[in-house]
C-alpha cells in the first residue's frame, strides 16, 4: 500500500510539474538538458581521482568472467568502462577487451592503467556516447559487459536502442551481461526526480532505478535472461546482475 501511496503522489508532483512550465514539451527539452549535463559532471569527477570505485574488479566482473571463460567467449566489448578497473581484470585474463567510455579522462585513464600493468595489447578504449550506434560491424563481440552503465541518465527509450545495438555487434549465441541500481535501493525515490525511475540523488549523479519488469521489457529482443540480486559498496547499492543471451 505504501508503495502504491509514493507512485500515485509522484504521478501528482509530476503533473503539477507540467502546469507549472506551460507545457509537457517544454519539461522534457528541460529534463534532457539535464540528463545531457551528465557528460561534464562524470568529467569532473574522473579529473579529481585516478580511481573512484578502487583498483580492485567488481563482483559481477568476477562473475561475468567465469561466466566468458566456460562458455568459451574472449572478444569483449566494455560499455561504461569508467576508469578501467573491470577492464584490467578482464585483460589479466586474457580476453581482448574494447572498452568504451563517453567521458575523456576515461579512456586515457584505461590505456595508461592497461600498459603499466602490461596488458595494453589485450585493450582498446574508445570514447563514445551510446546513445549512438556502436562504431562495430555486426557480429563483432563473443560478449557485452557493462557495469551500472544502464543505470545512469539513459531513457527508456534510450536503453531499448542500446540493447539493440548491443545484440547487433554480438555474435550468434553472444552474451550481454549488464548491472544496475534497482527500485529496492535505499536511494530510489529520493533527491531530484528527473523523469521516468531517474533522480538526481547526493553528489549531482543521476540514476535511472529498474524494477523487474523494465528487465524484462529490455531483454524481450533477446532469446533468455537470468536475474540475479546483490549488494555493492557502503549503503550498500542494491543492484540486479542481468544476463541475456542472443
Known amino acids: 500500500m505504501m508503495?502504491?501511496?509514493?507512485?500515485?503522489?509522484?504521478?501528482e508532483v509530476y503533473e503539477m510539474k507540467k502546469e507549472n512550465t506551460g507545457s509537457e514539451k517544454i519539461e522534457q527539452g528541460m529534463e534532457k538538458e539535464i540528463l545531457n549535463g551528465q557528460q561534464p559532471h562524470w568529467e569532473k569527477?574522473?579529473?579529481?581521482?585516478?580511481?573512484?570505485?578502487?583498483?580492485?574488479?567488481?563482483?559481477?566482473?568476477?562473475?561475468?568472467?567465469?561466466?566468458?571463460?566456460?562458455e568459451g567467449k574472449k572478444k569483449?566489448?566494455?560499455?561504461?568502462?569508467?576508469?578501467?578497473?573491470?577492464?584490467?581484470?578482464?585483460?589479466s585474463r586474457g580476453f581482448s577487451v574494447h572498452s568504451l567510455d563517453y567521458t575523456e579522462s576515461g579512456p586515457k585513464a584505461i590505456k595508461e592503467?592497461?600498459?603499466?600493468?602490461?596488458?595494453?595489447k589485450y585493450v582498446t578504449a574508445l570514447?563514445?556516447?551510446?546513445?549512438?550506434?556502436?562504431?562495430?560491424?555486426?557480429g563483432t563481440f563473443d560478449a557485452c559487459y557493462s557495469h551500472m552503465l544502464y543505470c545512469m541518465a539513459l531513457t527508456t527509450d534510450e536503453l531499448e536502442f542500446l540493447c539493440k545495438e548491443i545484440k547487433r555487434v554480438l555474435k550468434p549465441g553472444g552474451i550481454n551481461i549488464?548491472?544496475?541500481?534497482?527500485?529496492?535501493?535505499?536511494?530510489?525515490?529520493?533527491g531530484t526526480h528527473r523523469g521516468e525511475d531517474m533522480y538526481e540523488i547526493?553528489?549531482?549523479?543521476?540514476?535511472?532505478?529498474?524494477?523487474?519488469?523494465?528487465?524484462?521489457?529490455?531483454?524481450?529482443?533477446?532469446?533468455?535472461?537470468?536475474?540475479?540480486?546483490?549488494?555493492?559498496g557502503e549503503l550498500p547499492r542494491k543492484l540486479y546482475m542481468v544476463t541475456m543471451r542472443k
Open 178 to 190: 549488464y548491472t544496475a541500481r534497482h527500485t529496492g535501493d535505499a536511494h530510489y525515490g529520493t
Open 76 to 91: 569483449i566489448l566494455e560499455l561504461g568502462g569508467g576508469q578501467g578497473r573491470d577492464t584490467c581484470f578482464f585483460a
Open 113 to 120: 592503467k592497461a600498459e603499466e600493468a602490461g596488458f595494453g
Open 45 to 70: 569527477v574522473f579529473s579529481n581521482t585516478c580511481s573512484r570505485f578502487g583498483d580492485e574488479p567488481s563482483y559481477p566482473a568476477r562473475k561475468a568472467a567465469a561466466i566468458f571463460e566456460k
Open 127 to 138: 570514447r563514445h556516447d551510446v546513445r549512438n550506434y556502436l562504431p562495430f560491424e555486426d
Open 3 to 11: 508503495q502504491v501511496e509514493r507512485e500515485v503522489n509522484r504521478k
Open 202 to 232: 547526493a553528489g549531482g549523479f543521476i540514476v535511472h532505478f529498474f524494477s523487474r519488469e523494465k528487465v524484462e521489457r529490455l531483454a524481450k529482443e533477446y532469446g533468455s535472461f537470468e536475474l540475479e540480486e546483490f549488494e555493492e
